[in-house]
């Protein structure tokens, strides 16, 4: 016991080690990618006036996703077995709902509202708290909301578009309404903190196993990448905050509650 507290100790300082030196690397990459980004673009789209450093911050995003985020997704959807993955899904979907039913109520949407507080009922005491998805077989639909669309609903443009450090494409209305919306989050009211940071990990990359597929797609699709995720965002965003739009109902992907089936292997 006593010869093995030194080697527990280095291990400690050595994985300490690594993670200081991946987030001096990161900012070290930020810091340059920031100084990139000080070059114009010459006619930019005008919905897009910051297209250079979105460009460059884009770029940033690629390589901490390329480094960090999609080796960490691509084993766990190797190594998780499906039906788990999709329980996962299902409880953060539970989650959401309950930030969609509130926004929906500020929104005066009362049959999306009675939708939201079915749905988290039905899953919640049905569902084994959210892991299995009762409320969709029961075709109770789903009205994802958020508070950028709910200031979309009461008149609030979104603004020029803008790639945020590691949570990628957003407007400027968004960004402003994500404090809110991380005050929102119900994974922001469990403790204790090491709870709470492991339930936020897992999110991260469950989100970005669901889109392992569309990124492959998307990297052998698209000329310009870029532009394609920027007119993409921008439309999907501008159609859920629409104010005419009374049904706001999520109508496809894997926020509808129900994982697509697994390619065959």
Known sequence: MTNSLPTLRATIAGDRLSIARLAAGLALLLGAVLLTGCATVANPDPRDPLESYNRSMTNFNEQVDAMVLKPVATAYKEVTPAPVRTGVSNFFGNLGDVWSFVNNVLQLRGEAAASSFMRVNVNTFMGLGGLLDIASELGIDRYKQDFGLTLGRWGVGTGPYLV???????????????????????????????????????????VRSNLLRAGSVLDSAALDKYSFTRDVYLQVRSHAGDAQNADGKDDGGSGNGVLPEEPAR
């Open 164 to 206: 945020l450090p590691i949570l990628g494409p957003s407007t400027v209305r968004d960004t402003f309404a994500l404090p809110v919306d991380m005050k929102g989050n119900v994974v922001s009211y469990v403790d204790p903190v090491s709870a709470r940071n492991s339930l936020y990990a897992l999110r991260a990359v469950e």
